[in-house]
């Protein structure tokens, strides 16, 4: 569920790298469920598009600050102020790493193996870490 307060015309499709610099942001956003209210600017064209955003989120795993960086394609351009409810999708977690009673926790803090649907993700890290330390 998500509300919003902006200013906003087009549209764009977005990937979302979502930053937590801290233990308790890492608590926070592994949570069942938890309130984000913050701020973005992005703008988009064509098939380059840039956006930021930060945030304060808090909820039964705490409360921290997060940074949302993202990458899109289309026509768009805005400035929001947002706020936005995340619940943990336990279904969609267990069908997805083919596991049952697994929690957030255990995907935010890598303690299961890497699931074969997500390779190109990794592969797509593993080139920007290493364009990253040339």
């Known amino acids: 569920m998500e509300g919003s307060i902006c200013f906003q015309a087009g549209g764009e499709l977005t990937d979302f790298i979502i930053v937590l610099r801290t233990t308790e942001a890492v608590k926070t956003f592994c949570g069942y469920a938890h309130l984000s209210l913050g701020a ?3 703008a ?8 930021f955003e930060a945030d304060l989120r808090t909820g039964d795993g705490g409360y921290a ?3 949302t960086y993202s990458c ?3 026509a768009f351009v805005g400035c929001s102020l947002e706020g ?3 619940t943990t999708r336990s279904k ?7 596991r049952q009673s697994l929690s957030a926790s255990d995907i935010v803090l890598g303690s299961l ?3 074969p649907a997500a ?3 990794y592969r797509a890290l593993v080139d920007l870490y290493q364009k990253l330390e040339r």
């Not at 988009?44 to 956006?51: E, H, K, S, Y």
């Not at 969609?92 to 083919?98: A, I, V």
């Open 119 to 121: 390779a190109i993700l």
């Open 84 to 86: 936005s409810i995340v």
């Open 65 to 67: 600050a997060c940074y």
């Open 113 to 115: 193996p890497r699931p």
């Open 72 to 74: 899109s394609k289309g």
């Open 40 to 42: 973005g600017v992005s």
């Open 44 to 51: 988009a064209v064509g098939i380059t598009g840039r956006a």
């Open 92 to 98: 969609e977690n267990s069908r997805f790493y083919g």
